[in-house]
């Protein structure tokens, strides 16, 4: 990965494009450098230590598609998500789905607190989740609370990694790796292979995956229950 100011970017083998994942040629992988110093410009990367030129020049640019949303979709249509977590994760988790069905928003900064940072790793489970719930609810257009929103990425930004903050800053502005826009378009529009694309979600990072796609179906659930 890259380290730019206050943004991680992810230099990556693989076919996904992501708002933070610059695409890298298969071609190049066995001259790859661990570790270098690296000039970025609007047209290249150069790898210093190693003399390595990525040309960006005719790169393609990734926009999130913005998500279609099935009329009259119904709770009933959303799967159902049962993963191993602790009793303590299980209760925010429930605390959030509360504040969201009652629409007590002015709690909702309060209760997504205490999951900022709660986990481990690059980004913990905590910090995965609520990307799930800040994507899902761009389906939903009566969701203005563009006050409420801001305020979760300022405390995402002081209480968790760097990499989770970009995640979610992304992710609430309807930007986010192409697995998870695709596995909620596929979810809340009913889709054949939906279940092709919950699958591919899945095997996104170690667990990351998974918390997101908990997040989205409490998300759902809690938004469409009336």
Not at 92 to 107: G, M, P, V, Y
């Amino acid at each position: 990965f890259l380290t730019v100011a206050q943004q991680i970017l992810f230099l990556s083998f693989e076919p996904y494009a992501g708002p933070l994942t610059i695409n890298i040629p298969k071609t190049i992988k066995s001259h790859f450098p661990a570790k270098s110093n690296v000039t970025c410009t609007s047209e290249k990367f150069l790898f210093e230590q190693d003399n390595l030129i990525i040309d960006t020049k005719t790169a393609a640019l990734y926009e999130t598609p913005q998500l279609m949303i099935a009329p009259n979709l119904s709770p009933f249509a959303i799967p159902t998500l049962e993963l191993p977590s602790s009793n303590l994760f299980n209760e925010k988790i429930a605390s959030i789905a509360d504040t969201l069905q009652q629409h007590q928003l002015e709690n909702l900064v309060t209760i997504v607190d205490t999951l900022l940072g709660y986990g481990t790793g690059l980004t913990p489970e905590g910090d995965d989740f609520i990307l799930g719930m800040l994507y899902s609810l761009q389906a939903f257009t009566s969701f203005k609370q563009q006050q409420i929103i801001d305020k979760i990425i300022h405390h995402a930004y002081e209480k968790t990694t760097t990499l989770s903050a970009n995640l979610i800053e992304c992710a609430a502005e309807g930007q986010v790796d192409e697995r998870i826009h695709d596995s909620l378009q596929a979810i809340i529009t009913n889709r054949d292979d939906r279940q092709t694309a919950i699958q591919n979600l899945l095997g996104w990072g170690n667990s990351s995956g998974k918390m997101v796609l908990k997040g989205m179906m409490a998300t759902l659930h809690s938004m469409l229950i009336k």
